[in-house]
Structure formats: structure tokens, C-alpha cells
């Protein structure tokens, strides 16, 4: 969050002419192409990069061998949010922990761990796990601006999150507190 305005680039968004046609989205694979023209790890098939969001991070594809990945991948995806109020990030991977199109943050997040909006958050992720990536994983991010350690809050939340993985059969990737000033792994 920021409370200076800031000049936006209108240049690359796109004019009512531009908008697909009626058979958009074009059918796309959850797993990135191998590498793009930037050099960046790769992009959604059948998706271009010249639209109004090309500015974008897009992290999809990327190969989260250890949590420094998970948290080179969060911290741009969360970017000034680390500075904002508590919320609670889910990243989803493939079962070679490829991150996947889906990056879901849930303001207001209780200060409190709430092991039932736990429990129904994986139960909702589980279905498209199942339907789009079975075998794949979750990475989350507690997000708060006084955090980024392991505090009573981020260590709370840590234990909710893996039991209600566990009594879901989901496999919880990895676990990353975020602050405003500093970032870690707690599970990985």
C-alpha cells in the first residue's frame, strides 16, 4: 500500500478492438512453457505478453527447489502488501512443485490462527488440486507488517496450516512468513 500516487504507462494497454474474440481463453496447459524469449522461466501457453498486465511478474512454471525460491517467487507477487494489513497468501504447485497460475491472498486475515477458515481454505484448494494438478502442493505466505519471524502468530498459523493439509491429504509445500522488513521459511 502506498499513499503516493504513481503515473501509470497506459501505452501497453490494450484498446476495445484488441479485446478476443468470443473463444478466449484458448485452452491452456497449468504448466509453463520451457522458458520464454526474456529468459524468465516460462509463461502459459497460448498467452502473449503485450497486454495491459505485461509488467507483471509472472512467475508460472518457475521450479521451487528450496523455500529462497518460494521467497523470490512471493516477495514480488505480495510486493508493498508486506506493509499492509495481516493476510494469508496461497501459492499452488504441480507435483514437480512447478508454481501454477493461481495466487489467491485473503485479507483481514485473523490476528489468532482460525483453524476452521484453515481447514475450509485447503478443503477448497484440495478441489482444484484434484482437478487441475493432482499429486501438486501448496506454498502459503502470513503476511502481516509487523512480521516475518517466527512469531506466536506466524508459528499459529503454521500449525493450522499443516494440520488441516494433513487431514485433508494435501501436501503443504512450504510455510514463508512475510513482514514489511524481513521474510522466512518456516517449513519447507
Given at each position: 500500500?502506498?499513499?503516493?500516487?504513481?503515473?501509470?504507462?497506459?501505452?501497453?494497454?490494450?484498446?476495445?478492438?484488441?479485446?478476443?474474440?468470443?473463444?478466449?481463453?484458448?485452452?491452456?496447459?497449468?504448466?509453463?512453457?520451457?522458458?520464454?524469449?526474456?529468459?524468465?522461466p516460462?509463461?502459459?501457453?497460448?498467452?502473449?505478453?503485450?497486454?495491459?498486465?505485461?509488467?507483471l511478474?509472472?512467475?508460472?512454471?518457475?521450479?521451487?527447489?528450496?523455500?529462497?525460491?518460494?521467497?523470490?517467487?512471493?516477495?514480488?507477487?505480495?510486493?508493498?502488501?508486506?506493509?499492509?494489513?495481516?493476510?494469508?497468501?496461497?501459492?499452488?504447485?504441480?507435483?514437480?512443485?512447478?508454481?501454477?497460475?493461481?495466487v489467491?491472498?485473503?485479507?483481514?486475515?485473523?490476528?489468532?490462527?482460525?483453524?476452521?477458515?484453515?481447514?475450509?481454505?485447503?478443503?477448497?484448494?484440495?478441489?482444484?488440486?484434484?482437478a487441475?494438478?493432482?499429486?501438486g502442493?501448496?506454498?502459503?505466505?502470513?503476511?502481516?507488517?509487523?512480521?516475518?519471524?517466527?512469531?506466536?502468530?506466524?508459528?499459529?498459523?503454521?500449525?493450522?496450516?499443516?494440520?488441516?493439509?494433513?487431514?485433508?491429504?494435501?501436501?503443504?509445500?512450504?510455510?514463508?512468513?512475510?513482514?514489511?522488513?524481513?521474510?522466512?521459511?518456516?517449513?519447507?
Open positions: 500500500m502506498t499513499t503516493t500516487p504513481r503515473e501509470h504507462d497506459w501505452t501497453d494497454d490494450w484498446t476495445e478492438e484488441d479485446w478476443p474474440d468470443e473463444d478466449w481463453p484458448p485452452p491452456v496447459l497449468w504448466g509453463a512453457s520451457p522458458g520464454c524469449h526474456c529468459g524468465c516460462g509463461r502459459a501457453p497460448g498467452l502473449e505478453d503485450d497486454g495491459p498486465d505485461d509488467d511478474i509472472y512467475p508460472v512454471g518457475t521450479v521451487l527447489a528450496d523455500g529462497e525460491t518460494a521467497l523470490d517467487v512471493l516477495l514480488p507477487l505480495i510486493g508493498p502488501e508486506r506493509a499492509g494489513p495481516a493476510t494469508l497468501w496461497a501459492l499452488l504447485v504441480d507435483e514437480d512443485d512447478r508454481t501454477l497460475p493461481v489467491i491472498p485473503l485479507d483481514d486475515t485473523p490476528a489468532r490462527p482460525d483453524a476452521a477458515l484453515a481447514s475450509d481454505l485447503v478443503a477448497a484448494l484440495a478441489l482444484i488440486l484434484a487441475r494438478a493432482p499429486g502442493g501448496l506454498v502459503f505466505a502470513i503476511v502481516r507488517r509487523a512480521g516475518g519471524d517466527r512469531g506466536a502468530v506466524e508459528r499459529g498459523w503454521e500449525q493450522v496450516l499443516t494440520q488441516a493439509c494433513e487431514e485433508r491429504g494435501v501436501r503443504l509445500r512450504g510455510v514463508c512468513a512475510v513482514g514489511r522488513h524481513r521474510a522466512r521459511v518456516l517449513r519447507w
